[in-house]
């Protein structure tokens, strides 16, 4: 099982507890100064991720005309609802924490779906099924998030122990020229201290020369007189 199927188990699994969590109610709605009988239902997301759903999901039932959370498409087809094109009227209110989508079907004449009719389960089973659809989105979308993150931690762990094992290859050999230089300066040391002997015995042949030298030039004086 790769990663992503992975997450989308996971996703489904707490996609349908949350689903069983949420209510649908019948009820009516102000828009625009006109009331509508309908359904609502409120997820735990936010107003601006819940209206992008919304907008996805709604185009297979018709062109929407969309103005400041409301959408309105006056021929909408949808079967489960009714065989007739449906005046289908819906709202998406809510804050960042907490968003409530309430929509209303007229089935001609000012004839709502509610409570008790025939088409009432279909309409709610859509508010449901949508609410599957964005809880799942939802659930993937911080999985794969927390993926990511993970991903590029990883990474950038990955990167700092690659530099560690330059760092400590560089500093081996830092060590081992400081070593041969070390050994060289033994050596060069060595050398020197050979070289001061050698240069006393110099100083002293050349002192006893120096002294024999004078004594000749003496010597020789000696004999003009």
């Known amino acids: 099982m790769n990663f992503r199927n992975l997450l989308a188990g996971i996703s489904i699994a707490l996609m349908a507890a949350n689903v069983q969590a949420q209510t649908v109610y019948a009820g009516e709605q102000t828009i625009d100064k006109q009331v509508y009988k309908g359904l609502f239902l409120t997820l735990p997301l936010g107003d601006r991720q819940v209206e992008k759903e919304w907008e996805e999901f709604v185009k297979p039932f018709g062109r929407a005309a969309s ?9 909408a ?9 449906v005046n289908f009227t819906s709202q998406v209110k809510g804050n960042k924490k907490s968003t409530t989508i309430f929509t209303a079907y007229d089935l001609g004449g000012g004839n709502y779906v509610s ?6 389960d279909a309409a709610d ?7 599957a659809k964005t809880l799942f989105n939802d659930e993937m979308r911080v999985a794969e998030e927390g993926f990511n993150e993970s991903q590029k931690n990883h990474q950038k762990m990955t990167r700092k122990g690659e530099t560690l094992a330059r760092d400590i290859d560089n500093n081996k050999k830092e060590k081992d020229r400081l070593l041969r230089k070390i050994d060289e300066n033994a050596r060069e040391m060595e050398q020197y201290l050979k070289d001061v002997e050698t240069n006393k015995i110099d100083q002293t042949t050349a002192q006893t020369d120096m002294d ?14």
């Open 115 to 120: 409570a008790g009719n025939g088409n009432y």
């Open 125 to 131: 089973k859509l508010l449901k099924d949508f609410a």
């Open 67 to 75: 103005s400041r959370g409301t959408y309105r498409i006056t021929t």
């Open 77 to 85: 087809d949808m079967k489960t609802i009714s065989v007739e094109p």
């Open 212 to 225: 024999n030298k004078r004594k000749n030039v003496e010597t020789v004086k000696a004999k003009k007189q």
